[in-house]
């Protein structure tokens, strides 16, 4: 009938629209659990890359699942600020009876909220490659919050100085893309992004498993 019909065309668009999705978060979760076990590798002192194999990527796939869950936790307060703030602007704006003084209130107040949110989230993300890391070293998932120890690893010079490589090497590899799809007139953006996400997260795993190791 027509109602089994349009349900039919819903699901099925909606699985068009959401394949994608899903597929890249998949892929995602694989490199975050591949570069996570390359990274144990280096933290237990062994200069190998993990193995891709049938018989891992469910291991690979549960890994990067928690290394996800580890950056969502240490992003959470900001997050939850920074939402509180964007709803309430919102709303405010919604309905509709806003003059120029109560709109710049508004502005401020909510600008104000963002921005607190906006500076703890930015400060959670900056302990999560070493809680990452004390994470990788021991496999069990508490010790990603073990707050002394990682705040520690994280307030050190080396940390620092890796921190700015990686930055510096992803401003690199960006530049790199815009010289090639500029070159190739666009066709090298359908498989650089794939290719310089896997190198840019294999070295930042890379990287600071050396400095996890190297910090006390």
Same mark, same amino acid.
């Given at each position: ?95 509709? $009876? %806003? ?8 502005? +401020? #107040?909510? &600008? *104000?909220?963002? /921005?607190? =949110?906006?500076? !703890? ?52 590899? $960006? %530049? ?8 190739? +007139? #666009?066709? &090298? *953006?359908?498989? /650089?992004? =794939?290719?310089? !996400? ?19």
């Amino acid at each position: 009938d027509k109602k089994t019909l349009v349900v039919s065309f819903l699901l099925a668009l909606i699985s068009v629209v959401l394949s994608p999705i899903l597929v890249g978060l998949l892929g995602i979760l694989l490199l975050l659990g591949f570069a996570g076990a390359t990274a144990k590798n280096s933290i237990d002192r062994r200069k190998t890359l993990a193995e891709w194999h049938g018989s891992n990527l469910g291991e690979f796939f549960f890994g990067g699942l928690r290394i996800f869950l580890i950056k969502l936790v240490y992003g959470l307060i900001g997050l939850i600020i920074i939402v509180i703030a964007i709803t309430t602007f919102t709303l405010a704006i919604l309905s509709g $009876s %806003l003059d120029s003084v109560t709109l710049s209130s508004a502005i +401020i #107040g909510s &600008g *104000t909220i963002f /921005l607190v =949110g906006l500076a !703890l989230l930015l400060l959670g993300l900056l302990f999560v490659p070493m809680a990452i890391m004390n994470y990788l070293s021991t496999g069990s998932l508490k010790d990603a919050f073990a707050i002394g120890k990682v705040i520690r690893k994280t307030l050190s010079l080396k940390f620092f100085g890796a921190l700015i490589f990686v930055i510096a090497y992803a401003i690199l590899l $960006s %530049l790199i893309g815009s010289i090639i799809a500029v070159i190739t +007139i #666009g066709i &090298g *953006t359908l498989l /650089l992004p =794939g290719i310089f !996400l896997y190198l840019y997260t294999v070295c930042m795993f890379e990287v600071f498993a050396e400095v996890f190791k190297e910090t006390k």
